[in-house]
């Protein structure tokens, strides 16, 4: 595997484990779907990799597959973020990365090259679709670490 597909693995594997670090003190912080906390994100991120999970998927199994947008707000009132638990959340979440990481290591090089069609973003790469994945965790992380 290429090294830049190894970093870009790397920093995958890393979030769960930065996220639980978080949750003593998320302990007790109030909840809502309009401003969200640590379970909330961690929500969040949990429909994210399955979203990023599925648009690769899409894109292996046909090349050029179209891929559709997601409103984060609407998934979070639909799925009632601020009802979710923290630590069934983050165990969601460690586990759907796994699923995610485990198809990355599976990939053949070609397959990082293939793409797909985002009806915003235009013409995307498997590569691409990750590198936004792993901006998504580190931008999620500044906002649960009260950096953002
Ligand atoms: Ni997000």
């Keep these: 595997m290429q090294d ?8 995958l594997s890393e979030t769960p484990q930065q996220l639980v670090a978080l ?3 998320a302990e007790g912080a109030p909840r809502s779907n309009e401003h969200w906390g640590l379970a909330e994100i961690v929500a969040h991120l949990v ?12 894109i292996l199994a046909r090349e050029g597959a179209y891929l559709r947008r997601f409103d984060p ?4 009132r639909e799925h009632d973020y601020a009802s979710k638990d ?10 759907e990365r796994g699923e995610t990481l485990s198809l990355l290591m599976n990939l053949a090089l070609k397959d990082w090259e293939r793409t797909g069609i985002h009806d915003e973003w235009g013409e995307v790469s498997v ?9 998504h965790d580190a931008a999620h992380l500044r906002q649960a670490r009260g950096e953002s």
């Design 4 to 11: 830049v597909y190894r970093e870009l693995i790397d920093a």
């Design 127 to 135: 590569e691409d679709l990750v590198e936004r994945l792993v901006d």
């Design 47 to 58: 429909d994210v990799e399955r979203l990023y999970r599925g648009r690769i998927q899409e």
């Design 23 to 25: 949750a003593p003190e």
């Design 73 to 76: 707000d609407r998934a979070a």
């Design 86 to 95: 923290l630590h069934a959340v983050l165990d969601e979440f460690a586990h």
